[in-house]
């Protein structure tokens, strides 16, 4: 019996069956589907990791306070402040590898206009913000270094304020009150949009970071320091120099714990692509085994079409079927449930990916089908045919014919 004759007669057999030949290829269809969908969710969300960082740059750096122990007790990285406005200008200055810097204290207020207010975070920064951040203004200007050293009480809105206090009217030169304090807005920020679903990047204003020290919040030292290196190629030698100078300048003794902590973006981009990529294959991994659901399934309506149809095997044999013959109708038949349900399993796991950024649990998410996750579901699915068409398969093939007529 060549091929082509042996797939005739199992699609005929499958037709015979239909619902039951449909309900068999359904957990493969769902499997597939769910593996593409939750790979396209995985995939989506390291798309959208990668894009944050490539937007704020891969020369960008972070100087933070670190820790200190006294007493026995460890405060904590973050938890003591060392940072002053002196240690960026040094930085700046002395650090070769190193184009901007821009120190950075926040705080949130109450930010009001005529009748309007908004509760929003205060970013205090340095004038190079933008360069730094690679954040640019859209109208408007950003305050100048003049501005930061005399402490003026201008700002720079994100989007999402401008458009909440002002909406359609012109912010350039109106005035807005922080505290009772009033700010004369210079510029609005281009809009970033939100952050993973976590929060809105366009929801803050900026002002001078000795502005947020005098008038807002009285603290000598600064949060952080935002650093921008020469390139992305030179931000290890940037981060070498910067930790170096700050032992220096804090008076660090060799050996001891640095009271600071530098972060380089390209490792937190990395590390942030990894743990993405570990969810990605988790999710895989998790949606894969309802094709192994699926699989058993198949083997289990193969085992009872074996049983519904011994006496059409013995008859076969009768005429001239060999095993391999009745071997190979079998797994055939297996092998076209499951690849049929692959293909439909493709369209309903594409069509899923779609949909689901539609629904509101999932609306803050971005899907990424991947032309590889549709290639691995499918010839996983068509292994799982073979895998577990096989038993029911051998056994049919090595029914006793004599046996198998007599069979009622």
């Known amino acids: 019996m060549n091929i082509m004759r042996t797939s005739r007669v199992a699609l005929r057999a499958l037709g015979r ?43 960008l750096l972070f100087v933070s306070p670190g820790s200190r122990s006294r ?59 933008p360069e730094v951040r690679n954040w640019p203004v859209e109208q408007g200007t950003y305050f100048d270094e003049s501005q930061v050293r005399t402490a003026a009480k201008v700002c720079v809105l994100g989007s999402e304020v401008k458009k909440s206090l002002f909406e359609d009217e012109d912010a350039i030169g109106q005035i807005v009150r922080v505290k009772s304090i009033p700010f004369r ?99 895989g991994s998790i949606a894969s085994i309802s094709l192994l659901v699926g699989g058993i399934g198949i083997m289990n309506i193969m085992l009872v079409s074996v049983t519904e149809r011994i006496r059409e095997i013995g008859i076969r044999m009768a005429v001239g079927a060999q095993q391999k013959d009745i071997l190979l109708q079998f797994l055939t038949e297996a092998v076209v449930l499951s ?35 549709i290639i691995l579901a499918f010839v996983f699915a068509a292994s799982v045919g073979i895998f577990f068409g096989f038993y029911p398969a051998r056994k049919a093939s090595r029914l006793d014919p004599i046996e198998a007529l007599r069979y009622e």
Request: hydrophobic share 40%; charged share 15%.
């Open 71 to 129: 007493g026995g007790v460890h405060s904590g990285f973050g938890g003591f402040n060392t940072l002053k406005p002196e240690d960026a200008v040094a930085i700046e200055q002395q650090c070769d590898a190193v184009q901007y810097t821009s120190p950075s204290v926040s705080t949130r207020a109450q930010t009001v206009y005529g009748n309007k207010n908004w509760n929003t975070s205060i970013q205090g920064t340095g004038a190079m913000y």
């Open 185 to 283: 807005v210079i510029g609005v920020l281009k809009s970033k949009g939100e952050s993973g679903g976590w929060f809105n990047r366009d929801d803050m204003m900026t002002v001078p970071y000795t502005t947020v020290m005098k008038r807002l919040t009285g603290q000598e030292y600064i949060s952080s320091i935002d650093i921008s290196a020469v390139s992305a190629t030179r931000t290890e030698e940037a981060q070498t120099q910067i930790e170096e100078l700050l032992r220096i300048r804090h008076r660090i003794a060799p050996g001891a714990d640095d009271d600071f902590q530098v972060r380089n973006m390209a490792e937190i981009a990395e590390g942030a692509a990894q743990a993405t990529q570990i969810m990605t294959i988790l999710l």
């Open 17 to 59: 069956n239909k619902m039951r030949s449909f309900l068999t290829a359904l957990g493969i269809i769902i499997g597939v589907g769910a593996v593409i969908s939750m790979v396209s969710i995985g995939e989506g969300a390291k798309q959208g990791v990668e894009d944050r960082f490539a937007s704020m740059g891969t020369n």
């Open 339 to 373: 690849v049929l349900g692959g293909l439909i399993g493709v369209l309903f796991g594409v069509g899923l990916s779609k949909l689901l950024v539609y629904v509101k649990t999932f609306s803050q998410f971005k899907t990424a089908v991947s032309p590889g996750a």
